[in-house]
């Protein structure tokens, strides 16, 4: 399999943890990476890169950042639970012109950025699989089911390929005693991004975003044709983790619940 699928990617929140972390990574997977953020971000343009700001609730903005490319890692928006307005913008404003530019522009794959929290609603003593109904644990869950959505009429309709990755906690290390269960190292979550631009047929797929972590809520036999291995393993945090973190209180939602503190966030007004 080679990696370098594609001629030119763009890579949005090229700012945020998971853009600095995939940034180096993510060049070897095309001959020009197109970097983007809102604001203006620390580090010029290397070799094999370009920078385009573009805030993703302007259209006209997000369209002249789409020409060119041929496929889009789309890590931009808001990715923490918070108050309605700035997730409207972002996520589901953002989301849409993200489509119609791709649309426009005739770009055929998508690695879309979801999150585990469009299911955070389910409790941790349940594993669900891929095709489970959405249970969103506040409106950056709520943003990310219809940024699902979105990607399935544009695939159902005009074609567009996606891989929604609800990511887990991709983190360098698993942080507290629920990451043992949703932690991505970085290096497992360039694996699956490669895995979801070079799989053959991708079709509108989603994939829990998770390494080969013992405990784990989620299943992911459904989404075997994008051929994504997990290398890394929370496993070895475990004792760690253990060790530095009290016993949870099970009658805590935040205990109970796959979203974990996203759960009890809000009401925001
Ligand atoms: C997410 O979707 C967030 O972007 C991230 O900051 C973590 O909070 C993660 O979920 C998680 O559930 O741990």
């Known amino acids: ?22 940034r180096s990574r993510l060049k070897a997977n095309c001959n020009m990476l197109r970097l983007s953020d809102r604001l203006a971000f620390d580090g010029e343009a290397q070799d094999g ?12 903005a997000v ?12 890590f931009g928006g808001v990715s923490v639970e918070g108050p309605f307005n700035p997730i409207l913008n972002a996520n589901i404003v953002g989301i849409v012109n993200l489509y119609e530019a791709a649309r426009q522009h005739g770009v055929k794959r998508v690695v879309f950025a979801s999150s585990n929290h469009v299911t955070g609603f389910y409790r941790q003593s349940e594993t669900i699989g891929v095709d489970c109904a959405p249970r969103p644990d506040g409106f950056y869950g709520l943003s990310k089911a219809f940024g699902e959505d979105v990607a399935r009429f544009y695939f159902d309709r005009y074609g567009i390929e996606t ?4 990511i887990g906690s991709s983190f360098p290390e698993p942080r507290d005693r629920r990451m043992l269960a949703s932690w991505l190292s970085y290096g497992d979550l360039y694996r699956l991004v490669t ?17 080969d972590n013992a405990v784990t809520w989620w299943d992911n036999t459904g989404a075997r044709h994008i051929g994504y291995v997990p290398q890394d393993s929370s496993d070895a945090f475990r004792d760690a983790v253990f060790a530095r973190t009290s016993a949870p209180d099970t009658s805590d939602p935040t205990v109970q619940f796959q979203g974990g503190a996203f759960v009890r966030m809000g009401p925001f007004s």
């Open 1 to 22: 399999m080679t990696i370098k699928s594609h001629e030119r990617i763009l890579m949005t929140g090229a700012a945020g943890n998971l853009g600095k972390a995939m």
């Open 49 to 60: 890169e370009e920078i385009m700001l573009a805030d993703l609730g302007d259209a006209q």
């Open 63 to 74: 369209l002249q950042l789409v020409q060119g490319v041929d496929a889009i890692v789309h």
């Open 163 to 166: 891989a929604c990755v609800r």
């Open 195 to 211: 895995a979801c631009l070079t799989t053959p047929v991708l079709g509108w797929s989603v994939i829990y975003g998770m390494s």
